[in-house]
């Protein structure tokens, strides 16, 4: 192949050079010296190219800010996007742009608008965009998507227009940027609380043709990561990617409870998920909510979920059991990392009897110690044998654990949740919890003093069984197994 492309002429080479850009690029400019040399004159653009738009983001830069008097200065760079709109009119009169695109953050879509001064704003879309109107509409013109989800183009793109020359975030315009990206890998969209009925129709039918043609050239297609909202109508579409391995979501999923909450009937879904990490921060998911985003999920190894009560207002108490019953019974057999946690001291776990040894194939775990509490609380209190039985530490830790990790602020009555989970530790472990090689809890500096002699018990009883022990003055997350370097680390509040 090499060979035979070595005979073409130089004119027809320099003709085809442009046409390898931006995934065939690199490999031919180091395949011989003679193809790096006719590749020379593209490196600079190619290299602008994926500066900018490799990992996009609006108002992404090479320029020093510092030089900058105003934020429409941003408006001047022909390769700086600052809007859903900017980014397709620069698509539009170089189509090349969207195949460069392999991770996008859209969240700040028309983010400096509101800080341009209405005086020149007129100009300044009249300097910028002057030449590409045409394109564009064309572009809206020929789009196959808007076609397969029954949109009228020329409304559509009105709709669009008008929002452009308000100054206005788009919907319309941040919905139809998603079909113009083959080569897409990472999305965080920036548009969760869209409610217009054609973007949303369009994102639809987006995700569907994706589905259809794993592998083809459609936009969405390669997609393998989501992190955004969980509050969009089209979530278990994304969760129905042909190539989708991670989710990071945020917001509440559940029963309404009052105007602004949503129920979670668009979560059912009747395709299997290839999905394989899964997490939620400073979510609240209710059990009926957990069960629809998990049942089809049979290849998910890594769930960490971070309660918020901020997310539901504030006015539900936390079904931690049931949370973690649902979730055992959806996915308990091929689970291998589990973190269910919350760090808000106000926030109430109701009571109940935890029982996780469902998971048959749980590497790592992580909990809050009010679990031992909920069991606690359930018991009757004339059932003494329910909270002195051996077999509490068995039936919150699943015998195939290695690592657990064990949240708490400290405070009464979690002294108590430790004597009792952890109550003769070294001789109960090997019949209990053979696998368990490591121990992580949180003991703050201002833990109460009977708290911190049970975790110094603790530490002697886990020496004498051969289990490391780490107490840490924050929460030391354990479970964001796969969802990549950018994880927080909250603490209590």
Request: charged share 20%.
């Amino acid at each position: 192949m090499v060979m035979a492309l070595m005979q073409l002429p130089t004119e027809l080479l320099q003709q085809i050079i442009p046409h390898t850009l931006p995934e065939g690029f690199e490999s031919l400019a180091l395949t011989c010296k003679f193809l790096y040399t006719l590749c020379i004159p593209f490196l600079e653009y190619h290299n602008n190219l994926r500066f900018h738009f490799q990992k996009f983001e609006y108002n992404k830069t090479n320029k020093d800010f510092r030089e900058f008097r105003y934020h429409h200065d941003l408006l001047r760079f022909p390769d700086t996007a600052t809007s859903a709109y900017s980014l397709i009119s620069r698509i539009a009169i170089e189509p090349v742009v969207c195949r460069y695109i392999l991770e996008a953050d859209f969240s700040l879509d028309s983010h400096i608008y509101d800080r341009i001064p209405p005086t020149i704003r007129e100009n300044a879309v009249f300097e910028t965009w002057r030449d590409r109107g045409e394109a564009v509409r064309q572009l809206f013109a020929n789009s196959l998507c808007l076609k397969e989800a029954g949109l009228d183009w020329k409304e559509y793109y009105r709709t669009m227009m008008e929002d452009v020359h308000s100054w206005r975030r788009s919907e319309h315009a941040a919905a139809f940027v998603l079909t113009l990206l083959p080569n897409l890998e990472v999305l965080t969209p920036g548009f969760s609380r869209f409610r217009s009925p054609a973007p949303q129709k369009l994102i639809t039918a987006i995700l569907q043709t994706a589905r259809r043609n794993p592998r083809g050239n459609a936009s969405l297609a390669q997609v393998t990561a989501y992190s955004g909202s969980c509050d969009i109508p089209w979530v278990s579409s994304l969760l129905a990617l042909p190539r989708i391995k991670r989710f990071w979501g945020h917001g509440y999923i559940g029963k309404a409870v009052d105007d602004n909450c949503n129920e979670c009937r668009y979560l059912e879904t009747n395709l299997e998920s290839t999905l394989k990490v899964a997490g939620f921060d400073d979510t609240s998911v209710d059990t009926a909510a957990i069960t629809g985003f998990l049942k089809h999920t049979p290849c998910l190894k890594s769930l960490t979920y971070w309660h918020s009560t901020k997310a539901n207002g504030g006015h539900q108490d936390w079904d931690l059991c049931g949370f973690i019953a649902a979730v055992q019974h959806e996915v308990g057999s091929h689970l291998e990392h589990f973190c269910a946690i919350t760090l808000e001291l106000r926030c109430l776990i109701t009571s109940g009897k935890p029982y996780l040894r469902g998971f048959e194939r749980l590497q790592s775990l992580e909990l809050p110690l009010d679990i031992v509490l909920c069991n606690r609380r359930a018991s009757d209190p004339a059932d003494h044998g329910s909270l002195d039985s051996d077999s509490l530490l068995g039936h919150i830790v699943p015998a195939s654990v290695s690592v657990l990790s064990l949240l708490s602020p400290g405070k009464s009555p979690h002294d108590k949740a430790l004597e009792l989970l952890f109550r003769d530790f070294a001789s109960q472990k090997q019949f209990q919890t053979p696998n368990l090689k490591e121990i992580s809890l949180t003991c703050p500096d201002d833990a109460d003093v009977l708290y911190k002699a049970q975790c110094a018990n603790l530490a002697a009883e886990a020496k004498r069984a051969g289990v490391d022990l780490t107490l840490s003055e924050d929460p030391c997350l354990i479970s964001t197994v796969g969802l990549g370097e950018d994880i927080c680390f909250p603490t209590y509040s």
